[in-house]
């Protein structure tokens, strides 16, 4: 029996729109699948082999792309929430679908992370540890919550955004749990686990241990975020196993047609049956499914939503089309 995991992706995503009025974040594409594909892939690739997606805002849109999970070599769940009650609350929810024993890892839906996961899994059962963290320093922590450790790398503080964090080490999105752990979750109550549930376990001196990994990690809850996720798995910036094979630096999905005089640059992915006339540059840009970019077209870091049909000769950058 391997690990089970969380997978939480019921948020609203109400800083990426246009993009999440009809699509939720977590399945919006970035290098040409579903975002949480790519999460889906590195968490069997770590060991796992149940996944429960914890879903709520468009919940019915989940289970038609990744059914039981079996053509994505991993067993697939859904815990639905009728109403959001937080981070804590919806892992509380998901747990109860949980099957075998032992450490879960609880991913957050919108975090690319290139970090070791399976060395966290390790360094978890190597500390004995009730809770283990993927922590990551960024440059500036004003903007998340900073984490400060002792020198056995043991959680001993979190701090809320601050003009003048202790630390540069921030809470990444990524933690093990041991099931007792859940049982510390209210039941029926909106509920943080970062802001509410883990201080408290430090305050009550569970085993709380911070796994340091400055790899590749971006939160993908901005449009600039997410083409910059999208880019970078196109030009091989991170890798990840379900980003379709392709040959350059752009992405060119099945059926779609290309003119020849067309330039495709910076890590640009142009959907399955999309077309692309002649003399047009598409920098950087996701162009959905079926959509048509007219002749000569100049879009650079741009969303077209599929079947759009772009009028010849627009010049956009950073802009939504058919949203």
């Known amino acids: 029996m391997g690990l089970s995991a969380i997978l939480l992706v019921g948020g ?124 990551t320093g960024v440059p500036d922590a004003r903007p998340f919550g900073a984490v400060e450790l002792d020198p056995d790398l043991r959680v001993i503080a979190f701090n809320e955004k601050m003009e003048n964090p202790p630390t540069n080490i921030i809470n990444a999105g990524c933690y093990i749990f041991n099931r007792e752990v859940f049982d510390q979750i209210p039941a029926n109550k909106v509920v943080s686990v970062e802001r509410e549930i883990f201080p408290k376990l430090v305050s009550e001196d569970y085993r709380i241990y911070g796994f340091v990994d400055n790899s590749y990690w971006l939160d993908i809850g901005t449009p600039a975020a997410l083409l910059k996720a999208s880019q970078d798995m196109v030009i091989g910036e991170i890798y990840s196993s379900a980003v379709p094979d392709h040959e350059s630096d752009s992405m060119v999905l099945p059926g779609a047609m290309v003119s020849p005089t067309a330039a495709l640059v910076n890590g640009c992915v142009i959907g399955a049956r999309a077309i692309v006339e002649s003399n047009c540059v598409i920098d950087g840009s996701i162009i959905g499914n079926g959509a048509i970019i007219g002749e000569g077209c100049v879009l650079r870091n741009c969303f077209v939503a599929e079947n759009f049909e772009v009028p010849a000769a627009s010049l956009a950058e950073f802009s939504y089309f058919g949203f």
């Open 12 to 135: 609203f995503g109400t800083r990426l729109q246009p993009l999440t009025l009809k699509v939720p974040k977590p399945m919006l594409l970035v290098a040409g699948v579903p975002f949480i594909e790519h999460q889906i892939a590195r968490a069997r690739e770590a060991g796992v082999s149940e996944i429960i997606l914890a879903t709520a805002f468009l919940a019915e849109v989940f289970e038609p792309y990744f059914g039981d999970g079996s053509s994505f070599g991993i067993s697939i769940k859904y815990a639905v929430e009728s109403t959001p009650l937080g981070t804590g609350g919806a892992i509380l929810n998901a747990s109860k679908a949980l099957t075998g024993e032992g450490p879960v890892v609880i991913f957050n839906g919108d975090v690319l992370s290139g970090h070791d996961l399976v060395g966290q899994i390790a360094f978890h059962q190597s500390h004995n540890a009730d809770l283990t963290l993927y922590l």
